[in-house]
């Protein structure tokens, strides 16, 4: 039997059942897009709560509302196709896994591919012929082909060496999710797509093309991981790079925001990033760590990454002195001084606060000993370093009982004139227009 003719026919045929393994950010929404294009699938993830939600049409991930979710699970609808559970079994009658699990770093800044092995070692149980896995969790190149291949090519149902590119296919394609943005969504950015052989680029082209507008096919899932790792690092060292500009002009008297409106009014040779409290989210912060981490196993100093990343780690700090250095001429200290911090998310219009510099802040500011408040209309609650604090819940009253106010996330729901306008004192981390 030609399988990779077999499983082609299957995707073409919107008959192929697709796993989506880890229902995060980056699962659900592609578990979804799949769904809408006429697939069955299956989303397995260890978290009950996840599993549970899903089932019963209820969205925790902002890019996909509960209406639109509920639209396509089984439990909701007759003839919905989507069913999540936490059962890796379930993998036995799929066609396609498509892992989107966590992978973080540990605590000396080393990937953390825990999660990813126990995904792996579940798919090569249930591995069978003709059966098609992609990695779409952020990594390090070579990850697919040094870590999940031996663990498949060992696996599958018949007890037997399976054969990457006959018995089973394997290919990366990075996740490209921005949570918020409504513009561009898993369907409309292009995907990277990086198989082990030429059979295994041309299924997973071929399935990605049923839901996703246009495929990028690169000479292997290296590559694939490297674009990814290139994308964020290429942001990470621009935003220290601005980052940096702006202590410079600090320290000159000068303003960096007229300076970077006049930069970008040059038609060429020139791309706009502006300045801030740090960088978070789940990727800026990590992706280019995992760059760093391969090239250390290969005696090689990454200095660009190793820098941006001591320059954006430090932004927190730089600007906790500004509010210390704003009450000094108001000739208050920092310790007792109410100090009202608004937006926590990494980002505006999310409630995502993973690696925010928001929470550095506040964590510094709170060791200085200031009575720190916050108001997140995203982020009613949350926990950092042994640290529990929940949003103001009346926000004008919050900026009026404020010693000082520090923007941090500029969502657009904010009225910022009428802040500004009620702050006693007010520093602004963001260009907020």
Known sequence: MNHKENLLQKIRGREAVIAVIGLGYVGLPLAVAFAKNGFQVIGVD?????????????????????AELARWTVEAQDDGRITATGDYAQLAHADVAIICVPTPLNKTRDPDVRFLIDAGKSIARYLHPGMLVILESTTYPGTTEELLLPMLTQ????????????????AYSPERID??????????????????TSACLEVAVELYQQAIDAIVPVSSPAAA???????NTFRAVNIALVNEVALMCDKLGLDVWEIIEAAATKPYGFMKFTPGPGVGGHCIPLDPHYLSWKLKTLNYNARFIQLAGEINSEMPRYWVEKVQDALNDVEKPVKNSR??????????????????????IIALLKEKGADVRYHDPYVPHFSYNGLTL???????AAVQAA??????????VYDWRAIKEHAALLVDTRHVL
Not at 225 to 231: G, R, S, V
Not at 349 to 357: A, W, Y
Not at 390 to 396: A, Q, R, V, Y
């Open 46 to 66: 260890v978290d009950e709560q996840k599993v549970v939600s899903i089932n019963r049409g209820v969205s925790y991930v902002n890019d996909i509302p509960s």
């Open 155 to 170: 696996g599958g149902q018949e007890g037997r060496p399976c054969r990457v590119g006959e018995d089973f296919f394997l």
């Open 179 to 196: 949570p918020g943005r409504s513009d561009w969504t898993v369907e409309n950015t292009p995907k990277v797509v990086g198989g082990v």
């Open 225 to 231: 991981e490297m674009t990814k790792l290139l994308e």
């Open 339 to 360: 100090i009202l911090i608004l937006g926590v998310a990494y980002k505006k219009d999310i409630d995502d606060v993973r690696e925010s510099p928001a929470l550095d």
């Open 390 to 396: 929940t949003s103001e819940p009346d926000l004008d």
């Open 403 to 412: 010693d000082c106010v520090v923007i941090v996330t500029d969502h657009s």
